[in-house]
């Protein structure tokens, strides 16, 4: 029989009304712990809740690696690239490409009889992968664009249509002014989508491919590059880096070089914003497992003290000093469990309730997204109630050995 977990349990599961300060002691002790553990769970939730939809709201506009002209990478102008079925097919053999898509931009107007708007078209294909604007979507459709034929459609965001005074299925004349003069053409506006993302809200609309590339001027084979989705987020750098070996720096049948760039690359403000947010979370984190631990010292502490002539009695009878020490070890981790279970309870409800309800709301002008995004990740959620248990019970080492170093005839004194 294991003694200190037995006599643990007796002490732990014992209705002494004379424990007039115990009893009090493990209640607080158990709600520091259950505290501290609902907002460590609530917390990390919330921002891995975050940065996943805000990373993933930008992918959507850029996807994970873009492949293009080396001077529009690095410069200010765009320039066009061959990217014919030869070259897709070269990129999608690279190890770890999920999905190629091409896209063309161009500069321009979009008109009404009261107001106008510069913004840019970006000109899709049949094989671009539409989920993310699905996703986003307010009103309308998204037509078939093309890389053969113009539909004469497009899809402008909310921010657009708000301030155009335009709606799903109005008619709006664009204006393209470059070299070649001033061009004029009549779109149909087939859907409304949102984002939240103010930076690409306000400038880009999409319209055939076919369209984009004629407006420039390019051949029916280029473009101004190809965006590549990969199967894992976290192996975008690995991609990266044998895209660099097998496509950069290559020159097409035109003479133009290319060159490759990832979405953190091409927006390094938001990702690193977004990296900023795990320094917080690790100061929540820290700040917690501090008020878990220094409660669940206290509580114990008071135990000990209240506990003393029952440490003497088992020193008497010949209990050694680690037997004692084991058993208010024990009797610390029957208080963490409970707490635990408690904050488990807690923390996941809230996130549960936030997810089903989205009952906190946000400032989508602030925040980009206008409710608390929560993610149960499983991983994090049993990592967190292991680094609770361990730091909880290691931080009462240094206090058990208190409770070995009672005399038995010193203890007589607390009687």
């Not at 599961?13 to 609902?38: E, F, H, W």
């Not at 799903?168 to 993302?197: E, H, M, P, W």
């Not at 506990?307 to 010949?318: C, E, F, H, N, P």
């Amino acid at each position: 029989m294991n003694l200190p977990l037995f006599i643990a349990r007796r002490i732990y599961s014992a209705n002494d009304a004379r424990q007039k300060v115990g009893r009090p002691a493990m209640r607080i002790a158990t709600a520091g712990v259950a505290i501290g553990l609902a907002v460590m769970l609530v917390s990390v939730s919330v921002v891995l809740g975050f940065k996943h939809t805000i990373r993933d709201k930008v992918i959507g506009f850029g996807s994970h690696i873009t492949v293009a002209n080396f001077m529009s990478l690095h410069g200010r102008d765009t320039r066009p690239v061959c990217m014919d079925d030869s070259m897709m097919a070269v990129l999608r053999s690279v190890s770890g490409v999920k999905h190629v898509q091409r896209y063309a931009l161009k500069q321009g107007i979009l008109k009404t009889d009261s107001d106008f708007l510069g913004v840019a078209f970006k000109g899709i294909a049949s094989e671009y992968d539409t989920t993310f604007i699905h996703n986003n979507l307010v009103s309308g459709s998204i037509p078939a664009f093309s890389d053969s034929a113009s539909h004469n459609k497009i899809l402008i965001s909310q921010i657009m249509a708000d301030r155009l005074q335009l709606k799903s299925g109005d008619k709006v004349f664009a204006y393209f002014i470059d070299g070649n003069g001033v061009r004029v053409r009549r779109f149909t506006i087939s859907g409304v989508y949102q984002t939240n993302l103010s930076k690409f809200d306000e400038s880009i609309c999409f319209t055939d491919l076919y369209t984009t590339v004629r407006l420039n001027g390019w051949k029916p084979d280029q473009a101004v590059g190809a965006e590549l989705t990969v199967n894992e987020f976290d192996n975008v750098d690995a991609v990266e880096e044998l895209m660099v070996k097998k496509v950069n720096r290559t020159v097409d049948r035109y003479g133009e070089t290319y060159s490759s760039e990832t979405i953190q690359d091409s927006n390094p403000q938001i990702f690193t914003w977004l990296d900023l947010l795990d320094l917080n979370v690790w100061i929540i984190l820290a700040l917690m497992l501090c008020v878990a631990g220094f409660t669940m010292i206290s509580g114990l502490l008071i135990i000990i003290l209240e506990r003393t002539a029952m440490i003497g009695v088992l020193k008497a009878l010949g209990a050694r000093s680690g037997t004692v020490r084991k058993t208010f070890l024990w009797f610390a981790v029957f208080i963490i469990g409970k707490g635990m279970l408690i904050g488990n309870l807690v923390g996941l409800g809230l996130i549960m309730l936030q997810n089903l309800t989205g009952i906190v709301k946000l400032d989508a002008a602030t925040y980009y997204v206008d409710v608390v995004p929560v993610e149960f990740n499983l991983p994090a959620i049993l990592l967190l109630n292991a680094a609770t248990l361990v730091v909880s019970v290691f931080v009462l080492i240094a206090p058990s050995f208190l409770a070995s170093k009672v005399h038995p005839a010193k203890s007589m004194r607390y009687e």
